[in-house]
């Protein structure tokens, strides 16, 4: 069998923040996750839950207690200042504040990488010209940082990380200062990078929309503890931590049905002969048209009351809670339908 080496590969890690005059504070404890190369890797906590730690200890900008932190197959914290200085040439870094310098125009802040280099004038001219067309900022090489929008300056401090042709992106927070639109217009240029050069993304956020619109791992990460890791489509359709389920709550808006229920709110009032119920789709396998299916074959009425389904890792993710009327057979019939067919059913009210 042909096992893969992953590109990061953590084990154990454990790294503590020492202060003469206050406790000691531990960051990370006892960490492990794989990396493999060409994943987008979503990890997800909360303020101080370790993120960014975790991130720094993998271009060696943070060292570390105890464990294993192996990138390409190589110990980081025995790397050479030689070793060290290439490990970081080849994995490019995106912040949140994008940490352009705001006397360089853009071009200027997207050559500075290769200035590091013996690089020649003229090819780090057609470097930068080439990567800014990649980002779609061609038109702006001359301009300044304070010109330009939040999303033109992340997208030069996404084309300088990619400088020096690195083959993993760590972006720690990279949309956290965006607005909607501009953070769904930078992830898509981020799948897009992926998708084009063949790198891997390392993706540090609070925000599990984020997660949900381009990664295809994830890791929960908690008071420096990982909670739950996986693949997206998985964790989302079974979250198991807590943690996980309360992240996963703020990207749907399937369970303001709960407070209408507690509102006892007319739009949930029932006659006889009705029931809500929540279908939740956790399987890739659903894609056919469910509820036009037990309407005819069941002969009931079923009035959406909420609907929330997104493509996540090319499937369907989501769910629909309903409001169905007929006769109880019926009802039940359809509801050992639907389980047949992998959607999770709760019966919220009858």
Request: charged share 25%; net charge negative; proline share 3%.
């Amino acid at each position: 069998m042909n096992h893969r080496i992953p590109v990061v590969e953590i084990r154990n890690l454990t790294k503590i923040y020492r202060s003469g005059e206050e406790e000691d504070k531990t960051a990370l404890a006892d960490v492990s996750l794989d990396i493999d190369a060409g994943d987008i890797f979503g990890v997800i906590g909360l303020s101080g839950a370790g993120k960014s730690t975790l991130v720094r200890c993998i271009n060696g900008l943070e060292g570390y207690d105890s464990g294993s932190v192996k990138v390409r197959g190589r110990e980081v914290q025995d790397l050479t200042p030689a070793d060290l200085r290439s490990l970081r040439q080849r994995t490019g870094m995106i912040f949140q504040h994008f940490n352009l310098m705001p006397s360089r125009t853009v071009a200027g802040n997207v050559e500075l990488p290769l200035l590091e280099g013996s690089v020649w004038k003229h090819q780090r001219a057609a470097r930068v010209a080439e990567l800014l067309e990649l980002v779609g900022l061609s038109d702006l090489a001359d301009h300044y940082p304070a010109e330009l929008s939040g999303g033109q300056q992340q997208r030069v401090a996404i084309a300088r990380a990619l400088a020096n042709e690195p083959d993993i992106l760590l972006s720690d927070e990279a949309t956290s200062a965006l607005d909607p639109n501009t953070t769904k217009s930078i992830l898509q240029l981020l799948r897009d990078l992926h998708d084009s050069l063949g790198i891997t993304v390392v993706l540090i956020t609070h925000e599990m929309s984020v997660i949900r619109q381009i990664c295809n791992k994830i890791a929960v990460i908690d008071h420096g503890t990982i909670v739950e890791q996986g693949k997206v489509f998985d964790v989302f359709a079974d979250p198991q931590a807590q943690l996980t389920k309360s992240f996963i709550a703020t990207t749907s808006n399937l369970d303001k049905i709960t407070d209408l229920l507690a509102q006892d709110s007319p739009l949930v009032a029932l006659e006889p002969g009705q029931v809500i119920l929540r279908m939740s789709y956790v399987s890739k396998e659903v894609s056919e048209a469910l509820v036009s299916y037990i309407s005819r074959a069941f002969d009931l009425d079923v009035n959406i009351i909420f609907g929330d389904i997104d493509v996540v890792d090319g499937s369907p993710l989501g769910g629909l809670v309903v409001k169905i009327a007929g006769t109880d057979d019926h009802i039940k019939g359809a509801l050992e339908y639907l389980k047949s067919r992998n959607i999770g059913i709760e019966i919220l009210k009858s």
